[in-house]
């Protein structure tokens, strides 16, 4: 496993060329790489499978990530994020231990997407009802309703973008990013545009990622305020990813060169998979 160096991280942040990543990430996931490290070393020669893995965090952490979210007060919801974490480094195990032992599987890969779907619903829906049973406010799960709602919006929308760009590295690759910055014709908009599409800076984790401001919550204890922000968060950013996707369908270039850019990496993967589509029924 390629080392992290910290100084390099710190260094680099806010340059095309860092090749450890985006800081903010990095720097999160760095306990949890020296501990999955540790645990995976220990299990490689088990007969502990990535799939029993899988299971057993969805049967046991999720009810227990439930129960003390839902109960609302600090204590539990502290409780509930520790072991949110945990449920989160065995994710991290089930794919590390998979390729370690070399049994990667579709049927992995489908328990392992359900698991994560039922994780981030049941946590969205013990928190809000969390809050609601400390204010007892009707507005908290009227809100509720729409943070699930543009939840569940976002993950289609993400979908869509993970077919029409090749992947997970639709948001994260770097490539759009050294486009954008690299190029002197890219203005304030298509920066602001660039970190609204993806997580290219510290401000759009913290405006987007939903662990942070879960964490914030938690240690402030204002879990209904969190709530009510994720309605506008969410809402924000499905909107703008459903009506930029719109524009990057169209054939005509438009006068943002991050649209006119992300658009030729669209038409690009389309073109790439139009060949492979060839190749594989022999036309």
Same mark, same amino acid.
């Given at each position: 496993?390629?080392?992290?160096?910290?100084?390099?991280?710190?260094?680099?942040?806010?340059?095309?060329?860092?090749?450890?990543?985006?800081?903010?990430?990095?720097?999160? %996931?760095?306990?949890?790489?020296?501990?999955?490290? /540790?645990?995976?070393?220990? #299990?490689? $020669?088990? *007969?502990? =499978?990535?799939?029993?893995?899988?299971?057993?965090?969805?049967?046991?952490?999720?009810?227990?990530?439930?129960?003390?979210?839902?109960?609302?007060?600090?204590?539990?919801?502290?409780?509930?994020?520790?072991?949110?974490?945990?449920?989160?480094?065995?994710?991290?195990?089930?794919?590390?231990?998979?390729?370690?032992?070399?049994?990667?599987?579709?049927?992995?890969?489908?328990?392992?997407?359900?698991?994560?779907?039922?994780?981030?619903?049941?946590?969205?829906?013990?928190?809000?009802?969390?809050?609601?049973?400390?204010?007892?406010?009707?507005?908290?799960?009227?809100?509720?309703?729409?943070?699930?709602?543009?939840?569940?919006?976002?993950?289609?929308?993400?979908?869509?973008?993970?077919?029409?760009?090749? %992947?997970?590295?639709?948001?994260?690759?770097?490539? /759009?990013?050294?486009?954008? #910055?690299? $190029?002197? *014709?890219? =203005?304030?908009?298509?920066?602001?545009?660039?970190?609204?599409?993806?997580?290219?800076?510290?401000?759009?984790?913290?405006?987007?990622?939903?662990?942070?401001?879960?964490?914030?919550?938690?240690?402030?204890?204002?879990?209904?305020?969190?709530?009510?922000?994720?309605?506008?968060?969410?809402?924000?950013?499905?909107?703008?990813?459903?009506?930029?996707?719109?524009?990057?369908?169209?054939?005509?270039?438009?006068?943002?060169?991050?649209?006119?850019?992300?658009?030729?990496?669209?038409?690009?993967?389309?073109?790439?998979?139009?060949?492979?589509?060839?190749?594989?029924?022999?036309?």
């Amino acid at each position: 496993m390629k080392k992290i160096d910290l100084k390099k991280i710190f260094k680099t942040h806010g340059k095309v060329d860092d090749e450890n990543g985006i800081f903010f990430e990095q720097l999160v %996931g760095l306990g949890f790489r020296k501990i999955s490290d /540790i645990i995976i070393n220990r #299990l490689k $020669n088990s *007969k502990i =499978t990535p799939n029993q893995i899988t299971i057993a965090r969805s049967l046991i952490l999720l009810p227990i990530i439930f129960y003390f979210f839902s109960r609302g007060d600090q204590l539990s919801s502290i409780i509930g994020f520790v072991c949110a974490m945990v449920n989160s480094l065995f994710d991290v195990l089930d794919g590390q231990l998979a390729r370690a032992k070399s049994i990667v599987s579709k049927l992995g890969a489908f328990l392992d997407d359900i698991s994560d779907r039922l994780t981030s619903y049941l946590v969205f829906t013990a928190i809000i009802l969390g809050a609601y049973r400390v204010t007892q406010n009707n507005n908290i799960l009227i809100m509720g309703v729409f943070v699930l709602f543009f939840h569940g919006m976002l993950a289609v929308i993400s979908e869509k973008y993970g077919l029409a760009f090749g %992947g997970y590295e639709a948001f994260f690759g770097l490539r /759009i990013k050294e486009a954008v #910055l690299n $190029n002197e *014709k890219s =203005t304030w908009l298509d920066k602001l545009f660039l970190n609204l599409f993806g997580f290219y800076s510290v401000p759009s984790y913290l405006f987007f990622a939903v662990r942070y401001q879960l964490l914030l919550g938690v240690i402030f204890n204002i879990m209904p305020y969190v709530i009510f922000y994720w309605v506008f968060a969410f809402a924000f950013r499905a909107v703008f990813l459903f009506i930029l996707y719109t524009y990057i369908v169209r054939e005509r270039n438009t006068g943002v060169f991050f649209i006119n850019e992300l658009r030729k990496i669209y038409a690009e993967n389309m073109k790439l998979e139009e060949t492979n589509l060839g190749n594989k029924y022999g036309e």
